[in-house]
């Protein structure tokens, strides 16, 4: 039977199945719209994620609400999440067994939303939803379907804060997937 939201929460709240939940302040679950077309996946919390206890709200999240809104979908209509709940110390990529410890949660979100697109943040959401040989730069901007599910790469806003250049492709990237959300109406 599926866990519902309260319990994944509940789960969420009590993990410590690695060490990061030593050192937080906050878990961060996820938020939006539950039943969301739209699910977006990114690598873990930041330092503003961590003291608020959302996803996606320091620079980079203020960036992909803009990016968000550019393709007419707010915040609330979609739901953001990340590979892992907890913030790795100074922004590290996660470990691999730190992201193995928290993938089940990510599944029981992808279960729970349902989705119809997927768009990864970056090369962390990528590897532990597409394979360990996900390239950012090689993979971004080509759909995968798997399951049912158009999974679109791009890279992670924090990416686009360091190399504007980046943004053209991101652009493309998003337009991809709002022609995708029309074709799967
Ligand atoms: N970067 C991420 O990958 N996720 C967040 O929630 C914030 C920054």
Known sequence: ????????????????????????????????????????IG???GRDEDEQGLAFVGRAGQLLTRMLAAIGLSREEVYICNVVKCRPPDNRTPLPEEAAACLP?????????????????GATAGRYTLGEDFRVT????????KGGVWFMPTYHPAALLRDEAKKRDAW?????VREKLKETE
């Open 172 to 176: 493309e990237d998003l337009k991809a």
């Open 1 to 40: 039977m599926e866990i519902s939201w309260d319990e994944l929460n509940r789960q969420i709240a009590g993990c410590q199945n690695c060490a990061l939940c030593r050192q937080i302040h906050h878990k961060v679950p996820g938020q939006g719209n539950p039943q969301a077309r739209l699910m977006l």
């Open 105 to 121: 949660f990510l599944r029981m979100q992808f279960a729970l939303v349902r989705p119809k697109v997927i768009l990864l943040l």
């Open 43 to 45: 690598e873990g919390p």
């Open 138 to 145: 090689r993979d971004r901007g080509h759909f995968v379907q």
